[in-house]
């Protein structure tokens, strides 16, 4: 059985990951506001996977 790709889950995956990589860059450079912005646009991207990840296993479509 082959399964599609939810390319809105993976979308939010990469910026996950893309936020993540952020805060060790902003890190290095001393960059408190931007380690800062950068734990925030994290927190809400995984919660906002999570909830359209919530609403496609309700619709069935997951």
Partial sequence: M???IKW???LYAILGTLSI???GVFL??????G???CIVALIVIIGLGFTTKK???EAGKL
């Fill in 2 to 4: 082959v399964k599609s």
């Fill in 8 to 10: 809105g889950l993976l």
């Fill in 21 to 23: 990589m952020l805060i």
């Fill in 28 to 33: 290095g450079e001393g960059s408190i506001v």
């Fill in 35 to 37: 380690v800062i912005g």
């Fill in 55 to 57: 609403k496609l296993r």
